[in-house]
């Protein structure tokens, strides 16, 4: 079935990099996308990856895909206080209906 | 340009009553699906509709049905509203494999 698991806290320096990881079950998965969500906000698509790539870079950040082991990886380089949110992984699978299974989320903490 | 626009954004219902949500999808994008999202918790999704036809549906009771429009837009109702349809609903607005969400609307039921 399908299943997005994600660490629940992620903290890190302003300046430095942070990855944030997400692990999913689904051999049939077609795309996986990454949001950003702030405090009492709607959910902000950061970047979106095809399931036959296994990298993509968009300015500061850079998804990695290792399809074997069905693993998923955010890194933000020079992270700022204002990258401080919740990332959600999440994943849409082929066939049938547009469907976005969500992960729980890694609170990213920026310290200054 | 115009992202997804989502009404109302705050309200309070009270156990049994009726609720309606309504979402503007981006100009062009013809499909439109609902999400619910509860405290601490990742997105659920509810409903797809594209072009005014139902396409998906989540594990969600009877009580919540939605329809779409012919302008794209869509409602989505909650009837016989619990204590636990507390939550943030999420409207998302698609074209192809690019998918955006709108600010959603924070429904508390007391």
């Known amino acids: ?112 | 340009d115009a992202g997804v626009t989502q009404s109302p954004t705050h309200l309070i219902k009270t156990r049994g009553q009726q609720v309606t949500l309504r979402c503007s999808p981006i100009s062009g994008h013809k499909s439109v699906s609902w999400y619910q999202q509860v405290l601490g918790q990742g997105p659920q999704f509810i409903f797809q509709y594209y072009e005014k036809e139902e396409r998906g549906r989540g594990n969600f009771p009877d009580r919540f049905s939605a329809r779409q429009f012919p302008n794209y837009s869509s409602e989505l109702n909650v009837n016989a509203l619990l204590l636990g349809d507390s939550a943030l609903y999420l409207c998302a607005s698609s074209f192809q494999n690019t998918i955006y969400f709108g600010e959603g609307s924070w429904l508390t039921v007391v």
């Open chain 1, 1 to 112: 079935g399908e299943d997005v698991e994600q660490s629940l806290f992620l903290s890190v320096r302003e300046g430095d990099s942070s990855v944030i990881n997400c692990t999913y079950t689904d051999s049939s998965s077609t795309y996986l996308y990454w949001y950003k969500q702030e405090p009492g906000a709607g959910l902000q698509l950061l970047t979106y990856i095809f399931s036959n790539m296994d990298m993509k870079q968009d300015q500061r950040l850079t998804v990695l895909l290792n399809k074997k082991d069905k693993h998923l990886s955010l890194r933000i380089a020079d992270t700022q206080t204002g990258d401080s949110a919740i990332y959600f992984c999440a994943e849409t699978l082929s066939g049938g209906y547009q469907k976005v299974t969500f992960g729980t989320g890694t609170k990213l903490q920026v310290i200054p």
